[in-house]
């Protein structure tokens, strides 16, 4: 029988690229991609699979319990890889409370299923838990997260995904449910929501607008390209040690205000513009509430036990992300109308 694994938030940014990775590192195997389609949710991100017979979308909340168990029912599933999330930490400021819904009661939802239709039968089943290394708090100068780094979540985005990472741990621990977890950084590439630094930036770059820095910019983020955190959780999902959680990362940090003068320089070529043009458009603005200084991953443990490491260099990926950006104008178009306009205009208005 074919291996059939949930994925949950298929159709966001990172989501998207674990589908498409998944129907080809695994051939025999179905994938069900369960996902409520929220602001973040499209499934334009997924037009090149969605015939392929090995793949079915189901629109639906991974909070709704009796759906969970029906599908869990349904498909038998193997594996799940469990990404769905409110993912944006300037909205969880905003709205913690669907936070905590989606991030914590929806992570348990899918735990409860898992345990009650695998009971003892778990060889051959895994649950996998796709977190943020935003759990672990926030770096002074020096140092880099570790698995072993204690937990310090400080804002209401990093405090669900905590919550989550602990009730995952919980069932292993309390029930033996198979699971493995991992913890990464910031991720860039094609399909990514342009309210994350990176495509918003592209965005107002390309009109003109102002770039938006939060505080004196010299926040420092770890950043790595969307199709290596996939290839990451393709290696985990095969070979993870059940109970163990792997962080991922680029080792690629940069300080907001260097990445940006970076963007700049490769839009003003990339747009044929005079070397500095694009620069002109930085603003600095009030900065986040409680903004994490810095985050940085030692990602040694997967690269020594499971021989992942990124596949190409910041500079390669940031280049390919311009280039996707500037050739899918109708995507940005899409994603960007409606009630993201109203986000933008509520967001950015008294910064
Ligand atoms: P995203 O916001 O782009 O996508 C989230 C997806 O989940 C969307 O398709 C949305 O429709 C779906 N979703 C949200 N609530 C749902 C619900 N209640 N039921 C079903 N589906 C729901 O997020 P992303 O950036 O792709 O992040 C995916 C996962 O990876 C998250 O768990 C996030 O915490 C984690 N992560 C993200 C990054 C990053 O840099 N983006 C880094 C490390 C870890
Ligand atoms: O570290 C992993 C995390 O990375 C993921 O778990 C989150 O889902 C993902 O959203 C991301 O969180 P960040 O808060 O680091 O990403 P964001 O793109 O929102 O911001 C990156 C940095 O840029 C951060 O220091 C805040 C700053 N920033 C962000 C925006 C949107 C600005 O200076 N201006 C902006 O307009």
Known sequence: MAHSILITGGAGFIGSHVVRRFLDAFPDAHIVNLDALTYAGNLENLRDIEDNPRYTFVKGDITDAE???????EHGFDGVVHLAAESHVDRSIADPLA????????TVVLLHAAKKHWGEQTDGKRFYHVSTDEV???????GLFTEDTPYDPRSPYSASKASSDHFVRAWY?????????????NNYGSFQFPEKLLPLAIRNIRDGKP?????????TRDWLWVVDHARAIEVVYRDGVLGETYNIGGFNEWQNIDLIHLLC???????NRPEGESAKLIT????RPGHDKRYAIDAGKIADKLGWKPSVTFEQGLEKTVDWYLANETWLEHVTSGAYKQYYEKQYADR
Not at 99 to 106: M, Q, S
Not at 173 to 182: D, E, I, N, W
Not at 265 to 271: A, E, I, Q, S, T
């Open 211 to 219: 770039i938006p820095i939060y505080g004196d910019g010299k926040y």
């Open 99 to 106: 936070f905590v819904h989606t991030n914590v009661i929806g």
């Open 265 to 271: 320089k490769v839009m003003d070529r990339k747009l």
């Open 173 to 185: 621990h309390t029930y033996g449910l198979p699971v493995v977890l991992s913890n990464c950084s």
């Open 67 to 73: 759906l969970v168990d029906r599908l869990f029912g």
């Open 136 to 142: 672990y708090g926030t770096l002074g100068a020096e």
């Open 284 to 287: 600095f603005v009030k900065d």
